[in-house]
Each structure stands twice: as C-alpha cells, then as structure tokens.
C-alpha cells in the first residue's frame, strides 16, 4: 500500500467555522507534512511531525492546528479562517533516516473559505 | 532564504525532447528532487539527485551541478500524458525530507 489518502476532498466553511483535514498513509512512514498550495503556485511548507512529535511549523498562523494521533494519522484543525486560506492543502509521508528526496503525497484536501 | 527559479511554460510536440531547467540560490542542501504534478492531482516523486551528474530512470533523467548552482530534468519521447506541471525541490534536511520547491513548470505536449 503506497497511498497516502486524505479526506474530505472537499470543503467549503465559513470564517466561524471549525472543520478538520485527515491524512492516513499506511507505509510505516515516520514523518509526515503538512503542505499549502495556491493555484499554479509550487507547494509550499507548512509542519513537518517526525515521530508523532512536530518538528517544524513554519510560522503558521495559529488558526491552522495539527495533530498526530499516531503513526499513521496526520489531522489539520482549522479554526477562524480567512478566505486567503483558500487553497489545496497537501499531506505527505516519507521515512525517515534516508536522504531519498521521495515524499508520498495525498491527493489534497480542496478548501475554500468564504 | 532559499530560491528556485524554473521556466514558468514549456511547449513541446509528441515524441520530442524536452529539458527543464531549475536554477537555485540555496546552499546546505542534500540533494536535488523533481516532481510532476497533474491538473487536480497529486505531486509524484520523478526523480533524485544527491550527486553532481546525471540520473536516469526511464525516458525522464535528471541532473545536478553544485559548482553551477543548476540542474535540469530531461524528458524523452514525450507523450500526452506528460503534459503536466513540473517541481523541482531541494532537500534542506538530514532525517526527514524537508523539500523546498521551485516555481514550477507547465509542460504542454501537442500531437
């Protein structure tokens, strides 16, 4: 199983909302990530957990909240959004110890914030 | 910080051989990655550069100069299905892999 799946594909809130992104991978993978990416834009970094624990959170506003449950599962609590957060958020997997430069990335998760 | 700069549009015609440039300013990093990534899809890893020269894996193969801060991905036999946004990202950590990406490529294929 090399899948890294990621759910809702879709989702439309309002800026009061609270909603969650979920990303499961099954590959015994030790790292996983979060990525943000505009239309036609690269994606960029958003937190990386390297054994459950979070390891680099690239100065995200505080209204993005991770979580990792476990090994397997990687959440994004959102929480007070604007609509410039509008974009695909990307979770991705990878081992660790091994300079491979391979990330598994999910399909992405579509928001869009009104 | 770290900057890679790609060609923003690349056309090319079936069958044809098609190179991507990525030029960086960026230092410290492991190696060079390239990805594809489909309108609405996931990123896919293509291809891994840890040492100067050149990777080949299939009709895609890849290359890396640290001395000229460049790298390149090289496409042969281009098909339809390769009409697609293209990354190239440098890896800036030992352990796990944080990638910083470039500005991407659109790569269009026409019959």
């Known amino acids: 199983d090399t899948e890294v799946t990621q759910t809702p594909k879709h989702l439309v809130m309002g800026m009061t909302n609270k909603k969650s992104l979920k990303c499961e991978q099954h590959m015994g993978h030790r790292a996983m990530y979060w990525y943000k990416q505009k239309a036609k834009k690269p994606p960029e970094l958003m937190f990386v957990y390297s054994y459950e624990k979070l390891s680099i959170n690239e100065s995200v506003p505080s209204r993005f909240s991770p979580e990792c449950p476990n090994s397997s599962l990687l959440n994004l609590h959102l929480h007070a959004l604007q609509p410039e957060d509008s974009a695909l958020y990307l979770c991705a997997s990878s081992k660790i110890g091994q300079n491979t430069g391979e990330l598994f990335f999910g399909e992405g998760s579509r928001l869009t914030v009104l | 910080g770290q900057s890679l700069e790609q060609p923003s549009e690349v056309t090319a015609v079936e069958g044809a051989i098609v190179q991507i440039n990525c030029t960086y300013q960026t230092s410290g990093f492991y190696g060079l990655s390239w990805y594809q990534q489909h309108d609405g899809g996931a990123p896919t890893f293509l291809s891994y550069?840890?040492?100067?020269g050149l990777e080949e894996t299939g009709r895609f193969s890849s290359f890396l100069s640290r001395s000229d801060s460049y790298g390149y991905l090289l496409l042969q036999e281009l098909q339809m299905k390769d009409s697609a946004s293209y990354f190239c990202a440098v890896g800036m950590n030992t352990g796990f892999q944080k990638l910083v990406f470039g500005t991407g490529t659109r790569l269009l294929v026409s019959p």
């Open positions: 550069n840890a040492l100067d």
